[in-house]
């Protein structure tokens, strides 16, 4: 979470792009993949509450998180390490129309950013890409290897816990055809 308040500000643009190459994603200096898997809990509607395992090699880590939307681009997030019997128990909590979100996450570092890309099980020809940024109005670069299908910052349909809702039939009414790109998107 990058911001200079003391508020926990989450600022973010989101984009699809096509399923990117992996061995692309090996060979970028300084790229991590993680295996994710976030369980999401019930709320009073007024935030989403999560609960995430994050594997990385042989590290695994265990977190809660609270999310309170602020804006389409920016949220208030609150999120803490967790012991794995703390896990367990919140599971407890999980929302039953929710099924866990499971993706493999690659974070890149590119010109003074880290990008995060996940590759979700239920899609093979897109990706969703995401950009940590320090304010709104902030400039960032995506690297010319990766092709951007649209801009989906302001979707509610691509966010993680929507998709954890979601039927098969209702995700793959998500993909977007790869020969469509939206060119606006492309200028960040």
């Known amino acids: 979470m990058k911001n200079n308040s003391s508020v926990p500000?989450?600022?973010?643009?989101?984009f699809l792009i096509t399923y990117p190459s992996l061995s692309w994603l090996e060979e970028q200096p300084g790229a991590r993949k993680a295996e994710l898997e976030q369980t999401y809990l019930t709320s009073d509607g007024s935030c989403s509450r999560r609960v995430r395992l994050w594997r990385e090699g042989a590290e695994l880590h265990c977190y809660r998180s609270v999310k309170r939307a602020v804006s389409d681009m920016t949220r208030i997030e609150e999120e803490d390490e967790i012991s794995a019997e703390e896990y367990r128990r919140l599971l407890a909590e999980a929302d039953p129309?929710?099924?866990?979100?499971?993706?493999?996450?690659?974070c890149?570092?590119?010109?003074?950013?880290?990008?995060?890309?996940?590759?979700?099980?239920?899609w093979s020809t897109q990706a969703v890409l995401e950009c940590e940024l320090e304010s709104e109005d902030e400039a960032f670069s995506l690297p010319p290897e990766l092709t951007v299908l649209r801009e989906v910052t302001g979707d509610r349909r691509y966010l993680n816990s929507v998709l954890a809702g979601m039927?098969?039939?209702?995700?793959?009414?998500?993909?977007?055809?790869?020969?469509?790109?939206?060119?606006?998107?492309?200028?960040s």
């Open 97 to 106: 129309e929710r099924r866990p979100v499971r993706k493999t996450r690659w």
């Open 167 to 187: 039927s098969g039939d209702e995700l793959q009414a998500l993909v977007i055809p790869s020969e469509s790109p939206d060119s606006a998107a492309e200028e």
């Open 9 to 14: 500000l989450e600022i973010e643009r989101k």
């Open 108 to 122: 890149l570092p590119y010109v003074g950013h880290v990008l995060e890309i996940d590759l979700f099980p239920f």
